[in-house]
């Protein structure tokens, strides 16, 4: 014989009824019903109508994702020959020292703008926080 094999019914011992675990949960006699929060219709029409733009969108990005993706891991492999990786900091040097001008450029023209809009949005919150109205 095996030691695996077919236990019968008549076979088997006899086996004592286990007893119930207590419950440690309350179960509702009637089922509360939620209440729709306002606004969860016109979300649900919203999103209806947003849906096909959505998956036009995924759609369109989805070949530039992969392309991206493919040259994420071409250049992870190209960064294991040192003789890649030289060219690529050379390159990375060039297209910094072209990119500087124009990086200067748009430090002039946009910080003056950037720094108006902060000192109006600091003077308008000391103003809110003082009631200065």
Do not use: Q
């Amino acid at each position: 014989m095996t030691a695996l094999r077919k236990i019968r019914f008549e076979d088997a011992p006899a086996v004592a009824p286990v007893a119930r675990a207590p419950k440690f949960y309350v179960v509702a006699k009637t089922a509360d019903v939620a209440a729709k929060p306002a606004g969860s219709t016109l979300k649900n029409i919203a999103l209806f109508f947003a849906s096909p733009f959505l998956g036009l969108a995924y759609i369109i990005a989805l070949p530039v994702v992969g392309l991206a993706v493919l040259a994420i891991c071409a250049g992870r492999a190209a960064a294991k020959v040192p003789a890649l990786r030289t060219i690529g900091l050379v390159f990375k040097h060039i297209g910094m020292l072209v990119a500087a001008p124009f990086i200067g450029l748009a430090y002039v023209v946009f910080f003056p703008v950037i720094c108006l809009g902060l000192l109006a949005w600091t003077g308008g919150r000391a103003v809110a926080a003082t009631g200065m109205r």
